[in-house]
């Protein structure tokens, strides 16, 4: 049997975190070696809250929980997503507090810990601002080319953005780390709006998760009703887009996605299209902004039937 793969699952928690702590949990191709928390959905207190009560939920509290970055890099974040996630995070229908505390080291330092002492080994896995990547990256110049893979929620090369009409909520949040990001020297994957608004789960896919009848499971049925009830009134879906979780399904069924590859560069000015995250599309493929970067992969389609059942049949355990 192959051995799991290790991740570092960078989140947010966040509604649709969950739903991808629990998948990757629930995923013996997997190997969760830690959880690093940053803000994003809510503030970093009530992530990393959240981040300890949801592995306890599941029964790992083993898992280490290392508290991350409370502000980009800038230092101007202020404005959680509550009215996507609730202001706890968890739908406004809270979660049990957890026994356990973060451990004594911030992200960053966790990171590099990790990935240095498992030379390509870790895969990170992050589905909310890139702040803590970033400050590894920083801390550690070597990090990158010591990494297995970057498996990142967040972008969009070719679509629209949802935090504004330009960019996604995960680079927005952080354009200046972003940047940094999808210059690493290690490979990359983007499951970006590009293919996170093209898979859906339907209010009846969610009614199935209602009937698990484990722990994990009961927790999500409380907490999706106010995801749901966001995505009626913002998008008109009878069912959620599947984003964080787009990228704990790439890890285990990379041959459902189609993509393209090119150079990523990040809007880090001050206009309407701050955040966008820009390939290295066209005539212009040689300009010195894109030159010597790594070739991102930019998840365009997936086989999106398949990947809902992959993860309802992963969280019915």
Sequence with gaps: MTEPRKIILDTDPGVDDAMAIFYALDSPELEVVGLTTVYGNAHTETTTYNALALLELAGRPDIPVARGASTNLAGTFTTPADFVHGKDGQGDAGIAAPTGRAVDEDAAHFIVRTVMAAPGEITLVPVGPLTNIALAMQLEPRLTQNLREIVLMGGSAFSHGNATPAAEANVHN????????????????????????????????????????????????????????????????????????????????????????????????????????????????????????????????ADARRLVELELSRLAH
């Design 174 to 301: 952080d354009p200046e780390a972003a940047d940094i990001v999808f210059g690493a020297a290690c490979p990359i994957t983007m499951a970006g709006l590009d293919v996170t608004e093209k898979i859906q789960m339907t209010s009846a896919d969610l009614a199935r998760i209602g009937t698990m009848g484990n722990a994990k499971a009961d927790q999500l049925a409380r907490i999706l009703p106010f995801y749901l009830d966001f995505h009626a009134a913002v998008d008109g879906l009878d069912g959620i887009h599947v984003h964080d979780s787009t990228a704990i399904s790439y890890l285990l069924a990379p041959d459902a996605f189609t993509w393209e590859e090119y150079a990523i560069r990040v809007d880090t000015g001050s206009s309407f299209s701050r955040g966008t995250t820009v390939p290295s599309t066209g005539t212009k493929d040689t300009d010195k902004a894109w030159a010597g970067r790594t070739a991102v992969r930019i998840l365009t389609g």
